[in-house]
Nanobody, 127 residues
Framework: VQLQESGGGSVQSGGSLKLSCAASGDTRCMAWFRQVPGKGVEWVSTIYSDGKSADSADSVKGRFTISQDNAKNTLYLQTNSLKPEDTAMYFC????????????????????????WGQGTQVTVSS
């Protein structure tokens, strides 16, 4: 499956953006990661196969919301109350097989553990 992110941009601190990730086919579970230049890749949020249960990193809880539209094979990340430290390239990742769903649930899974990932969309937050 191919993934294509969109919706990034430049906003001021306190602003909002809604990121989208269009998948070319059905997925089992999906997640968002982000990468700051010169730093590692950080997990942001995961939505599981039921399409409703989800987990998020403490750094974004209460500000970011992950959701998906199964009919459109699209994953979303609503980002509110953005901070300069949220500036990063945001990537969506996915697993498509039930046997691989454990990757989504692994607490220390990295972006590269997933079978599919997109090219990323840049979010820049100015103070």
């Amino acid at each position: 499956v191919q993934l294509q992110e969109s919706g990034g941009g430049s906003v001021q601190s306190g602003g909002s953006l809604k990121l989208s990730c269009a998948a070319s086919g059905d997925t089992r579970c999906m997640a968002w990661f982000r990468q700051v230049p010169g730093k590692g890749v950080e997990w942001v949020s995961t939505i599981y196969s039921d399409g409703k249960s989800a987990d998020s990193a403490d750094s974004v809880k209460g500000r970011f919301t992950i959701s998906q539209d199964n009919a459109k094979n699209t994953l979303y990340l609503q980002t509110n109350s953005l901070k300069p430290e949220d500036t990063a390239m945001y990537f969506c990742v996915a697993e498509v097989f039930a046997g691989r769903e454990s990757v989504c649930r692994a607490t220390r899974a990295t972006m590269w553990d997933f079978a599919h990932w997109g090219q990323g969309t840049q979010v820049t937050v100015s103070s």
